[in-house]
C-alpha cells in the first residue's frame, strides 16, 4: 500500500543515554507534597520526563561533546572566541560580538549603554529579564505586539508581528528620540512561541529607518522563528532556515542572544551589534559585569560549544523534527480533546487550564493544580504560567492575568515520539477525572517571583 504521507524524523541517533528514574504513584504522592505541590520544588531525582523549561535543556551533539575537548582556557585571546565570533559573523552577519555567561548577561549591558533614564522601549511583548533590565536601566516598556497576541484562541499565523499603528503612536507622543530601540523577539516567548514574519519586519525597518531608531533583536529562538517563515510566508518556501536567520538579522542593528535555547548548549549567550560605538563601550563594560571580552563569563570549551551549535541549530532537518515533535504533541493533545492555545508554538504546547478544571476558580489556581496532578499521574513535571506566576500588583492586590496555562516545555534532541505519547496519554487520564480535582489553597508566599518557591496545600 503506498503510504498517505510522509514523516519528519530525528536527524540524529542516540550514542548515549540517561537513565530515567521510574517512579510509584506513591513515591510521586509524597514528593509533590514534600514540594508544596509546586513543581519548581520537585527535586529533579522524582521527575520521570521533565518539561519544566527548553533553557540549557537541550542534547549536545557528538560534534559539541568533541568540541569541549578543544577548550583553550587562555585568560585572554582564547582560540574558542575568534570560532565563536566567526560562527556569529558569518550565521547571523552582525559584526562585532560580545560574550556573555547567558541571555540576562547581555541584556544588562546592551541595556545600560543604550537607555536613559526617561527612555521608552517599545517591544513585541515582554519578557521577565529583557523587560527588568530596560526598567533597571531607567527606561519603561511599551507592548506593541498586536492584539491578536494576547488572545489564546486567535489562530492568527504570525502572532509576534508589531502594531505599526501603536508604535507610531508612540513616536507621536513621546518623539523619537526618546526612543533608543524597538525591543524585537524572534519567536515570542511570552505570547506561547509565535513567530513575527519577515514582512512585518521589513515594514518596522522602514519605518523605524525614517525615524533613525535602532531596532535590537532578541535572537533567542531565531531558528524556529525562521521555519515558521519557511511554513508560512509567502516566497519563503525555497529558503533556507541559515538563509533566512541571516535575513532577518540584516533587518535589525545588534541583538541579545540566550544561546541555551535554539544554540543548543547547557550555559552561554552573546550581545552582537553593528556599531562600532557601542561596541567599544560594551567590551569595556563586560569586564566589569562578566569577564575579559574574549570569554565573557564563559570557558573556552562552552564558547567552542556553541560556535558548533549555532551551526547545527540552522540545519533544515532538525528545525522540522524539532518543531514537529511539539507540533506532534500537539496535535495528540487535540485529538483527547484537551484544550490548547492555538496555533501551536516553537518550543511547547500551552495547556489552558481554565477551560480544563471550570469548576475551579482562579483563587484555586486550576494551573497549578493540573500541574501537580500531571506529575502525580505520570511524573511529568511542567509549568504553572498564570495567577500564581503574576504574582501581586505593588498595592498588593492579586494581578488576575486572562490565561491561565500549564506550559509543556519540550527540550531540543532530548525526548522521542514516544514520550510524546505517554505525556498525552497521561494528560487525557487527567482530563477524564477533571471533575473530581480539587483545587489548591496557598499556605506560604514569597515575596518575590513567588512561582518559585511558594507552597500549597490541597483543598
Ligand atoms: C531565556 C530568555 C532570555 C534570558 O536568557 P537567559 O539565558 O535565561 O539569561 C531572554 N529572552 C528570551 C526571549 C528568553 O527566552
Known sequence: MKPSKRSWAEPYKMKMVELLQMTTRNQRLAAIKKAGF??????????????????????????????????????????????????????????????????????????????????????????????????????????????????????????????????????????????????????????????????????????????????????????ENAYFIQQREKGYQKKTIAEIVKEICSLTDGATMSAKKDALVNIGGFMATNEWDVFEEARNMVVVYEGLHTYGGLAGRDMEAMAIGIEESLNDHHQRARVGQVEYLGHLMESYGIPIVKPIGGHGIFVDAKAFLPHLTQDEYPAQTLAAELYLESGVRTMERGIVSAGRKPNGENYYPNLELVRFTIPRRVYTQAHMDVIAESTASVFEKRKKIKGLKMIYEPKYLRFFQARFEKL
Not at 572566541?81 to 546592551?110: C, D, M, S, V, W
Not at 543604550?114 to 515582554?126: A, R, S
Not at 526598567?135 to 484562541?153: N, P
Open 38 to 223: 509546586n513543581t519548581f520544588l520537585l527535586e529533579s531525582k522524582d521527575v520521570y520526563i521533565d518539561l519544566l523549561t527548553d533553557s540549557g535543556t537541550s542534547a549536545m551533539s557528538d560534534r559539541q561533546w568533541a568540541g569541549l575537548m578543544l577548550g583553550d582556557e587562555a585568560y585572554a585571546g582564547s582560540s574558542n572566541f575568534y570560532r565563536l565570533e566567526n560562527a556569529i559573523q558569518k550565521f547571523y552577519g552582525y559584526k562585532y560580538i560580545i560574550p556573555t555567561h547567558q541571555g540576562r548577561g547581555a541584556e544588562n549591558i546592551l541595556s545600560k549603554i543604550l537607555i536613559k533614564k526617561g527612555d521608552i522601549v517599545p517591544g513585541n511583548m515582554y519578557f521577565t529579564t529583557t523587560r527588568l533590565h530596560q526598567e533597571l536601566a531607567g527606561g519603561t516598556f511599551k507592548d506593541i505586539i498586536i492584539d491578536e497576541a494576547h488572545d489564546s484562541l486567535n489562530e492568527h499565523p504570525f502572532k509576534g508581528n508589531v502594531d505599526l499603528n501603536k508604535l507610531d503612536a508612540l513616536v507621536k507622543k513621546y518623539g523619537a528620540k526618546k526612543i533608543p530601540y524597538i525591543s524585537i523577539a524572534t519567536n515570542v516567548n511570552m505570547a506561547g512561541g509565535q513567530p513575527i514574519s519577515m514582512g512585518n519586519l521589513k515594514e518596522l525597518r522602514a519605518y523605524t529607518n525614517q525615524h533613525g531608531i535602532r531596532i535590537i533583536h532578541d535572537m533567542t529562538r531565531v531558528a
